[in-house]
């Protein structure tokens, strides 16, 4: 099932941004979102995940109170408003959605399906 990504970019510092993932050619039940982070040589880490009813969410401390996530089931889409961006929020996002609705975000083990990825750089 394949994610597409959208909305990443290049913008200035305190810029905001709002890329969005969807799921193309399947409609999916019961899962959970994330969106990732991941800095070239390192690990993909948590950046915020949501389950499926909307209700439960995960944030990274770093992004708490200046990203948002959110998703459409009705268009099989999820979203991170990214506000008050910074230069190190410079790197690559990454959109999975995990079909069994656990409510653990962090594990990249969470989730069977990703997308390409999104670049998002910002200048100072």
């Known amino acids: 099932v394949p994610l597409v990504e959208s909305g990443g970019g290049g913008v200035q510092a305190g810029a905001s941004r709002r890329p969005s993932c969807i799921v193309c050619g399947s409609m999916l039940r019961n899962y959970q979102w994330a969106w990732f982070r991941q800095d070239p040589g390192k690990e993909r880490e948590l950046v915020e995940g949501?389950?499926?009813?909307?209700?439960?969410?995960s944030y990274g401390d770093d992004v708490k109170g200046r990203f948002t996530i959110s998703r459409d089931n009705t268009r099989n889409s999820a979203y991170l408003q990214m506000n008050s961006l910074q230069p190190e929020d410079t790197v690559r996002f990454y959109c999975a959605a995990g079909t069994h609705d656990t409510g653990r975000y962090d594990g990249i083990d969470e989730y069977d399906y990703w997308g390409q990825g999104t670049q998002v750089t910002v200048a100072s």
């Open positions: 949501i389950n499926w009813s909307g209700a439960d969410t």
